[in-house]
């Protein structure tokens, strides 16, 4: 299986939190890296934060001191803490595997999980 399933979105207030997961069969195994990214309406799809196989992360300088991305390999799960959430964030998030080998390099994007805030 390469194509990741995104959960956890939803509508909150601003200043709220959402818990966004982020599930690859197969990604742990292969030691694939994962990224996430987001879209708002009429705009282009940025990144948002990354986290590599040995679990070292990386995040945009808008989301930064506010997301932490963290994963469990043993349900080749990749998680995405959002706290202090801003209207601004509001977006479709996705996520998708990266990596030097095939599999991780070949997976595609998921449905990928709404998050609205308003203020």
């Known amino acids: 299986q390469v194509q990741p399933v995104e959960s956890g979105g939803g509508s909150v207030q601003a200043g709220g939190s959402l818990r966004l997961s982020c599930t690859n ?35 945009a300088d808008s989301v930064k001191g506010r997301f932490t991305a963290s994963k469990d390999n043993a349900k080749d799960t990749v998680y995405l803490q959002m706290n202090s959430l801003k209207p601004e ?16 390099s070949s997976s595609r994007w998921g449905q990928g999980t709404q998050v609205t805030v308003s203020s």
């Open 89 to 104: 964030d509001t977006a479709m998030y996705s996520c998708k595997t990266y990596g030097a080998g095939w599999y991780c």
């Open 25 to 59: 069969s197969g990604f742990t195994s292969n030691n694939c890296g994962l990224g996430w990214y987001r879209q708002a309406a009429g705009k282009q799809r940025e990144w948002v934060s990354s986290i590599t196989p040995d679990g070292a992360t990386s995040y």
